[in-house]
Every structure is written in structure tokens, then in C-alpha cells.
T-cell receptor
Framework: GQQLNQSPQSMFIQEGEDVSMNCTSS?????WLWYKQDPGEGPVLLIA?????ELTSNGRLTAQFGITRKDSFLNISASIPSDVGIYFC????????????FGDGTTLTVKP | KAGVTQTPRYLIKTRGQQVTLSCSPI?????VSWYQQTPGQGLQFLFE???????NKGNFPGRFSGRQFSNSRSEMNVSTLELGDSALYLC??????????????FGPGTRLTVT
């Protein structure tokens, strides 16, 4: 089946630093999604990407849909303490279906 | 607008029992998906319902089942619980309609512990 490799597994950074994480897949996807999950909560959608090559921003977050459709990355600029959490990438083959394949997550720790 | 709600939030069951979890989607959303989240396997897709019909199914045994009601509320059932079923079960809803992107909104989850 489809598998997503998300890296890095964890990051420890200083407040104010930029962060970059990425996902690669063995198969192509037609939709890439990035979520953040806080302890005890469900994932919250940060950015959705629908076209190969698409670059989308949401505040300090920027994500790109890779040209090959097999990868995506997420950048966070000028990190702040509330950025702490687990970030997940997810891919969907069927754009209009609820079946998403998730990466294993990147745990982000921000030191003030 | 209220978000996705899941009940109960926490549940402890004994091996061999069965359990039913409930999910109320965002008002107007007709698609509901269920996911299992464990430390070892991560987030895995269970199934998706739309208009009371199962549209997609993940690779889980038949002990895992679900249904959706006419008001879009959904339930999932796990029979003959095993220790490995201990997990956070997440429900996600989405508006499914022409011209609208399919974006899923997750509930807080139900934490199931099987002893």
C-alpha cells in the first residue's frame, strides 16, 4: 500500500528559528495536507494543497506540493512557543474522498 | 459553528467486550471518516461514510464496523475487543459538494483503553 516517510521525526529549536519538514511517498497523491496535533486533541488542518507545484501560505506557514506529486514540505518561519506540537503530512489519491494516508509525524519542541 | 464532537472522550473496556463510539459532524457536513491512532501504527484510516453509505474502507478486520444515520451522525463499533485495539479513535467530517475542496475537520477523539 501507499506509505509516507515524514522527516525529521523530531526537532528541538530555539524560538525565532525557521523550521522545515518534509514528506515523501512511494506513490503519487492528488492532494497533500498538513495538520498539527496538540496533546489530547484531534489534528487541525493547517494547509491543503491540490495542484503539483502549488505553493501555499497560512501566516508563518508555507507548504509546497512537489512537482512529482510524491512529496511535500512544510516550512514554519520565526517559530514561537505555541508552535509546539506534532505535525503530520497526509496524502490523498482521490481528491474527493475521506481516505487519507498519514505520515508518522514530526514532533516540534520550541525552546523560549 | 460547532466543531466535530465525539462521545465518550474516554472509555475503558475489558478484552472480549464490544464498544460503540459516536461522532457528530459539523452541521452541513455529510461525509464522516474514522481513523485509529496508536503510537506504533500512527494514524490509520478505518472507513468513510457519506449519505448513510460506506464509501471507503481501510485494512481493518471485520470486528470494526460503522454506520451513519440520516442526520449524518456516525457510530463505529468494535466487537470482541483485543488489547491491541487500545487507541485514540478520531472522527473527521467534511462538506462534500461541487466546487468545494474536500477538507476534513477532526474531532477531539475517543481514547479507548482495553484491559
Amino acid at each position: 500500500g501507499q506509505q509516507l516517510n515524514q522527516s525529521p521525526q523530531s526537532m528541538f529549536i530555539q524560538e525565532g528559528e525557521d523550521v522545515s519538514m518534509n514528506c515523501t511517498s512511494s506513490s503519487i497523491f492528488n492532494t497533500w495536507l498538513w495538520y498539527k496535533q496538540d496533546p489530547g486533541e484531534g489534528p487541525v488542518l493547517l494547509i491543503a494543497l491540490y495542484k503539483a507545484g502549488e505553493l501555499t501560505s497560512n501566516g508563518r506557514l508555507t507548504a509546497q506540493f512537489g512537482i512529482t506529486r510524491k512529496d511535500s514540505f512544510l516550512n514554519i518561519s520565526a517559530s514561537i512557543p505555541s508552535d509546539v506540537g506534532i505535525y503530520f503530512c497526509a496524502g490523498r489519491w482521490d481528491t474527493n474522498a475521506g481516505k487519507s494516508t498519514f505520515g508518522d509525524g514530526t514532533t516540534l519542541t520550541v525552546k523560549p | 459553528k460547532a466543531g466535530v464532537t465525539q462521545t465518550p472522550r474516554y472509555l475503558i473496556k475489558t478484552r472480549g467486550q464490544q464498544v460503540t463510539l459516536s461522532c457528530s459532524p459539523i452541521s452541513g457536513h455529510r461525509s464522516v471518516s474514522w481513523y485509529q491512532q496508536t503510537p506504533g501504527q500512527g494514524l490509520q484510516f478505518l472507513f468513510e461514510y457519506f449519505s448513510e453509505t460506506q464509501r471507503n474502507k481501510g485494512n481493518f478486520p471485520g470486528r470494526f464496523s460503522g454506520r451513519q444515520f440520516s442526520n449524518s451522525r456516525s457510530e463505529m463499533n468494535v466487537s470482541t475487543l483485543e488489547l491491541g485495539d487500545s487507541a485514540l479513535y478520531l472522527c473527521a467530517s467534511s462538506f462534500l459538494g461541487a466546487g468545494r475542496p474536500y477538507e476534513q475537520y477532526f474531532g477531539p477523539g475517543t481514547r479507548l483503553t482495553v484491559t
